[in-house]
C-alpha cells in the first residue's frame, strides 16, 4: 500500500493494537513493555500515518481478549491507562463476533489460530494492519485486505 492511500476502516492485529494504544498511553513504553520493544518512534509515525483517516475500527473478541491479556505484562505504573485506552477503543469500534466453534472450523484456523483467524474472517470488511507474514498472506490469497506492518515500513523506507 502506498504512504499517501487511505484505511476507511482498519482492524487491528494483537500487536498493532498494542503499539496503537501505547500511542494513546506514553510512548517510553517503546522501551520498558516486551511486547512492543521491536516498535521505534518512525513505527508510531507509519502507524499514526495509516490510520490518520480511518473512519472506523473493526475489532473481534479473540483479538481484544489477547490484547488484554497481553497488557498484563505492561509495566504495572501503565496497566490502568493502557486498559482505559483499550475501554476507548472498544467503545468506538465496532465488533465483529464469530464463534470460537465456528472459527476452528475455517481453514485459516489450523494454520493461523483462533485470534488471526478472527481477522482473516473479517478482511473483506476491514483492512487488516499486522505485523505477521501469515496472516498476510492468508488473507491476500483468499481475497481479503491487509497491510503488512513490516512490508509498509520498507516500502516508506525507500520512498
Known sequence: MPASATLRVAALDTNMMLLWLVVQTDLALLNNYKRVRNFDRTDVVLLRNLLEFCERFITTPHILGETDNFIDQA??????DL???LRRLIDSAIEVYEPAKTLVRTEAYATLGLSDSSLA???TEATIITLDFSLAGFIRGHGGS???FQQYRA???SQ
Request: hydrophobic share 55%; proline share 6%; glycine share 0%.
Open 75 to 80: 509495566p504495572a505504573y501503565r496497566r490502568i
Open 83 to 85: 486498559r482505559l485506552n
Open 121 to 123: 474472517a473479517i478482511s
Open 146 to 148: 491487509v497491510v503488512n
Open 155 to 157: 516500502v516508506v523506507a
